[in-house]
């Protein structure tokens, strides 16, 4: 008899094209994790207001390419220490929410017939205290 395990099986979603502009956005998650190049980075969910379509967003965490990141700890009201040490638990990211910038892009790519083709997409492009919107 056949047993798959399916805790981690979840729907697919039909991810819409998000409105350009500033967003409000529900953090529903955020956890440390490596990128495929080998780098560390965080890698938080995010809920829109609006639609209910989560989003997830790559933070990636060497030192100089941490701007996307402290934007983000910014605008979850994550304190800062001396010299601009941010430190918090992803417990207390969760709930927060923040404002994000959306912004559209075309994507390449080819299909399973190899034509080329181009599609819109969107993503989080800087973050805000939502109170700054």
Not at 4 to 15: A, I, Q, S
Not at 38 to 63: R, W
């Amino acid at each position: 008899m056949p047993s798959y395990d399916m805790k981690d099986e979840k729907k697919p979603m039909n991810k819409k094209l998000l409105p350009e502009g500033w967003r409000r956005f529900v953090v529903l998650s955020a956890k440390e994790d490596t990128s495929s190049k080998g780098n560390k980075m965080i890698v938080a969910t995010l809920q829109d207001e609006i639609t209910g379509q989560s989003e997830d967003c790559y933070m990636i965490t060497p030192q100089g390419k941490r701007w996307y990141l402290k934007a983000f700890l910014a605008a979850c009201g994550v304190p800062v220490a001396d010299g601009e040490v941010y430190s918090f638990e992803f417990v207390d990211l969760v709930g927060k929410i923040v404002g994000g910038l959306v912004e559209h892009f075309q994507d390449d790519w080819i299909d399973r017939e190899n034509k080329p083709r181009t599609t819109t997409k969107h993503k989080i492009a800087d973050f805000r205290e939502e109170a700054q919107f």
